[in-house]
């Protein structure tokens, strides 16, 4: 019977354990490694030696709070109401049973969808200043960090950047 302390030990790091190489060599295969390097980086800088799942939870908490945060920024400004703005970002952070269970398990799927949501604020951040003639630079390295972000998160990121960038091209 497994315990799943091979696990725990795994992610656990200490300063004598942080090499985030074993997690690159050994998950690059299957995931893509920035959710686990940020997984050990938090176990090393909080809970010294830990590889708990509730370090996951909690950060997948986090990233959670952040998706809802941007989801009532987007709509407010879509919108301009509050209210409606609320209203939405409560009923897709609590109704919402997909993502609920995305930030329940110990995956980078919330990451994900923070990376997603991130490319659209640039999208949007870009056609807000689509009438000047030149596009500041804090876009670029914005579009350059969110993007780097989004294809270490999850393979799958491709597709939803190439959907976002043929959307705003057109």
């Known amino acids: ?10 992610f656990a790091a200490d300063w004598d354990r942080l090499s985030l190489n074993d997690i690159t ?7 893509v490694p920035l959710y686990f390097w940020l997984f050990r980086m938090v176990s090393l800088f909080c809970f010294k030696g830990s590889g708990s799942i509730w370090i996951g939870l909690s950060m997948n908490l986090v990233f959670y709070l952040i998706v809802l945060g941007l989801i ?10 509050p209210l409606l ?10 109704v919402n049973r997909t993502m609920i269970e995305q930030a329940t398990v110990l995956r980078m799927y919330m990451m994900l969808l923070l990376a997603e949501l991130l490319l659209l604020v640039a999208g949007l951040w870009i056609l807000r200043g689509a009438d000047s003639k030149k596009m500041p630079l804090g876009v670029f390295l914005y579009l350059f960090a969110v ?5 270490l998160t999850h393979y799958d990121y491709w597709i939803f950047y190439a959907v976002t960038a043929a959307l705003f091209c057109f």
């Open 1 to 10: 019977m497994d315990t799943g302390d091979d696990v725990e030990a795994f």
């Open 25 to 31: 060599i050994r998950l690059y295969n299957d995931h």
């Open 72 to 81: 009532y920024g987007i709509f407010l400004r879509l919108t301009g109401k």
């Open 85 to 94: 703005s609320g209203t939405v970002a409560l009923l897709t952070g609590v």
């Open 147 to 151: 993007s780097v972000m989004g294809f």
